[in-house]
């Protein structure tokens, strides 16, 4: 992409509204705009981003055994007078009327739904365990949207919904779904860790929040250290295999959050082991049993027990949140740093002598092969002064950077600059073409 033709608005000063650092980059980076009270667009740099997020999230659902649908945004709301939860939602649930005065809304999960459809073409225990997911934006009317995209009022959501026969297979399912996002949030160079929580509207006995640590967050967790230092376990993974010891490994440690917090039990974790911190919740899984598919009658006949209803499970994994959630786990001063498997460009050249024949060329051959080698550069071909270009490139936070000038080229280099470490390496232009593909090469986990 030619700079000169993207859309990359980006802002000099700090909006004065933006009280956190990511919302205050989003802004600045030219990521988003507020269109009303938590309800963003998302401009061109923040939509690769939120795509990539939710391409690795796909990934590692579809690995994990989950099968991707998509329902719609807005529903019936006979489908939640069934649950019970129409009236239980209370205000944070947007209501609308269409023209024939049947009561929609916009939905804020999709448990209803989901049961509904697994009512109304499962009857047979064959047809257990399942796992769906989807991808899709989500409503609720927060009483105070904050922080940007972090805590929105429409958002987009990953949620999964298992349905198994019995307490002990919905486990399974459960356990894969954890085993997934530790993995899922590895891969975004995310370290989130499972925390005991509170179900919330969702219900159930059994949840867990999965965390990232961070000073702006807006939960309280308490955990013990070695929790912080497990391994992802790997995307070589076996889903169909026992995942209940990598799942044990991380509940044995004392992990929760504010609600659920035990004191006394956090007093028996050692205390140079004791970590109180803030953080961002950034996915949760539940385990609610049969609470939504005993009133909706989503049940499965069986030879030996007969006709029971399914035992379920939801997951949700906030999809633009984590966009705020990564701003806030890797910024420095000068701007955004991202993980390179989130970018929006894998790379950036920067001409600084446009019009200059020997710079436009170099510049161009190296876009031309990296683009051949299936990267995805931003190619600074303006006509802005040096300084803001650089300037500009550091606040989108592209992990490498390629600087192309006449003094370099005269030497036969051009420069690459590492956005995380700063370090800067003149190289000629084919090295420093192979070393950026061989940089992104490299695997997070
Ligand atoms: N149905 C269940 C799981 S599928 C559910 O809705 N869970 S949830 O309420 O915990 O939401 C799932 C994830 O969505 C959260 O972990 C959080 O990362 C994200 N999320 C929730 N509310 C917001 C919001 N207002 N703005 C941005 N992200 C949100």
Redesign the pocket.
């Given at each position: 992409m030619r700079l000169s033709r993207f859309f990359l608005p980006t802002l000099k000063e700090t909006p004065a509204d933006a009280k956190i650092v990511s919302h205050q980059l989003m802004l600045r980076a030219g990521m988003v705009r507020q269109e009303s009270a938590?309800i963003y667009s998302w401009l061109p740099l923040g939509f690769r981003v939120l795509k990539k997020v939710e391409q690795i999230v796909r990934e590692e659902q579809d690995r994990a055994g989950a099968v991707e649908m998509l329902m719609p945004t807005i529903q019936p709301a006979e489908l939640w007078r069934e649950s019970g939860r129409y009236d239980a939602y209370g205000d944070e649930m947007l209501r609308i009327r269409d023209r024939h005065d049947r009561e929609m809304l916009y939905g804020?999960?999709?448990?209803e739904m989901l049961t509904s459809i697994f009512a109304n073409f499962c009857r047979s225990y064959k047809e257990v365990p399942k796992l769906l997911y989807h991808i899709q934006w989500k409503f609720?009317d927060?009483t105070r949207?904050r922080f940007g995209?972090?805590?929105?009022?429409e958002?987009l959501?990953k949620?999964?919904?298992s349905f198994d026969l019995t307490k002990e297979d919905a486990i399974k399912s459960y356990n894969r779904m954890f085993v997934a996002y530790l993995n899922t949030f590895a891969r975004m160079g995310l370290k989130a860790f499972p925390m005991k929580a509170e179900t919330?509207p969702?219900g159930g006995d059994l949840s867990h929040?999965f965390i990232i640590l961070a000073e702006n967050g807006e939960s309280e967790v308490f955990c013990h250290r070695d929790l912080l230092d497990l391994p992802a376990p790997g995307l070589d993974v076996d889903f169909d295999g026992d995942l209940q010891e990598i799942v044990n490994e991380r509940t044995a440690l004392y992990a929760a959050t504010e609600d659920v917090h035990d004191e006394a039990a956090f007093a028996a974790v050692p205390d140079d082991k004791k970590v109180s911190a803030r953080g961002i919740?950034?996915?949760?899984v539940?385990y609610f049993g049969t609470k939504y598919s005993e009133p909706m009658k989503a049940r499965v006949t069986h030879p030996d027990m007969g006709e029971v209803p399914v035992h379920m499970g939801?997951?949700?994994?906030?999809v633009?949140?984590i966009v705020g959630g990564l701003i806030e786990a890797f910024n420095d001063d000068a701007g955004i740093i991202w993980p390179r498997s989130v970018a929006p460009f894998d790379v950036g050249i920067l001409n600084m002598r446009p019009g200059d024949e020997p710079t436009d060329q170099a510049c161009e051959t190296i876009y031309q092969q990296l683009k051949k080698a299936g990267l995805d550069p931003l190619y600074d071909d303006t006509k802005d002064r040096a300084g803001a270009k650089f300037s500009k490139m550091d606040l989108i936070g592209l992990p490498d950077q390629i600087i192309v000038g006449p003094r370099g080229l005269k030497e036969g280099t051009v420069e690459v600059k590492d956005r995380a470490s700063g370090e800067r390496q003149d190289l000629s232009p084919q090295d420093a073409v192979a070393e950026i593909i061989k940089r992104h090469q490299q695997e997070i986990i």
């Open positions: 938590g804020p999960t999709n448990e609720r927060e949207p995209v972090m805590r929105g009022r958002f959501m949620d999964a919904y919330g969702i929040e919740e950034v996915g949760q539940f939801s997951y949700g994994i906030g633009s949140r």
